[in-house]
């Protein structure tokens, strides 16, 4: 499951939001240990999937939500905390916009240069590891590292890194490699702010477009299988071949993978189930390499 940490300073309506996107009603009193519960992404086109194969279940994708205590935004963020957001598949900035004293922009700002000072001040430890003998750091990645603390500086992320340089980095627990959004949590139109500059690649968050917009940032395919008495969404890297997005539905499928029929869910919904589809000659057949694409009804074919 992915994970999504709500993160932001006290009372930027983090466990509000959690609470509407898991429908519990918990609240988190330590800064070091987030509380999560499973937020289910009730995605409509499944729906109508499963409505034209006729089965009885619905399985839909399911994201884990990690609702993070704040810090008030006078004291900012200890690196203790912060490191905690390394485990994370995306991060959402939740601000205020609901008190007649709040700056949500202000506050967006404030959350990215959290994290920006965070990537920056690990990158400079590395650095300076590195001029001692033996520091095992290569050229190449002390080159990469170098580029990445000027784009810091510069208050952008490290996701705007070219993709080989960025792949360098993998693993390496930085924050601003991670999708980054933003929730603003009010009254008023939420899209309705514009944010700086630096943030122009990043979407803020509609409650009703909420999973939607997240999974497009996180570059998820979805794609829907239909077995038995169940349709079910997944959600995969967008990076994998079809074999190893068979992989996420069931590692045999993987091992066994011969090919895989799809079909859009449009079409699959105009030609009314799986069976039509098929008769309309409407199925395409796809080898391991190649990739499944977004919103389509799948069946693999394995061994
Ligand atoms: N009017 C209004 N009040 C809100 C909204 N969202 C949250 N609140 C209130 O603001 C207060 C703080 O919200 P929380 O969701 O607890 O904020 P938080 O980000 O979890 O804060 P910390 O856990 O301290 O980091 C609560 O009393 C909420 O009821 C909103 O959209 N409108
Ligand atoms: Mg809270």
Not at 5 to 15: I, Q
Not at 30 to 57: F, I, Q, S
Not at 245 to 269: C, M, P, Q, W
Request: aromatic share 10%; with cysteine; proline share 5%.
């Amino acid at each position: 499951m992915y994970k999504l940490a709500l993160f932001g300073y006290s009372g930027g309506g983090k466990t509000a939001l959690f609470r509407k996107l898991t429908g519990k009603n918990d609240d988190v009193y330590d800064p070091m240990k987030p509380n999560l519960a499973v937020g289910r992404y009730n995605d409509a086109a499944l729906e109508k999937v499963a409505a034209a194969a006729g089965t009885k279940k619905t399985v839909y994708p399911e994201f884990g939500i990690y609702d993070f205590k704040g810090m008030p935004s006078s004291d900012g963020f200890p690196d203790d905390y912060l490191k905690n957001l390394s485990s994370m598949d995306a991060i959402i900035c939740t601000v205020n916009n609901y008190q007649g004293d709040s700056d949500p922009v202000k506050d967006c700002n404030s959350l990215l240069m959290e994290l920006v000072l965070y990537d920056a001040a690990r990158i400079e430890k590395m650095l300076e590891r590195a001029e001692k003998p033996n520091s095992g750091l290569s050229e190449r990645l002390l080159k990469v590292l170098g580029e990445g603390l000027k784009l810091l500086e510069s208050e952008k992320r490290l996701s705007s890194l070219d993709s080989d340089n960025l792949g360098l980095l993998n693993g390496m627990e930085f924050l601003t490699v991670k999708p980054l959004l933003f929730f603003v949590n009010g009254n008023s139109v939420p899209c309705g702010i514009s944010l700086p500059a630096v943030l122009s690649d990043v979407s803020v968050l509609d409650p009703v477009d909420f999973y939607p917009a997240i999974i497009k940032a996180m570059s998820l395919v979805t794609f829907y299988t239909v077995k038995g008495d169940i349709s079910q969404g997944w959600l995969v890297p967008g990076s994998l071949n079809a074999r190893e997005s068979a992989g996420k539905v069931h590692k045999d499928i993987e091992k066994g993978f011969i090919r895989v029929a799809t079909v859009n869910y449009k079409d699959f919904l105009g030609a009314g189930g799986w069976q039509k589809a098929k008769a309309s000659g409407l199925l395409k057949f796809l080898g391991p390499n190649s990739s499944i694409s977004d919103m389509d009804v799948v069946e693999f074919y394995f061994h």
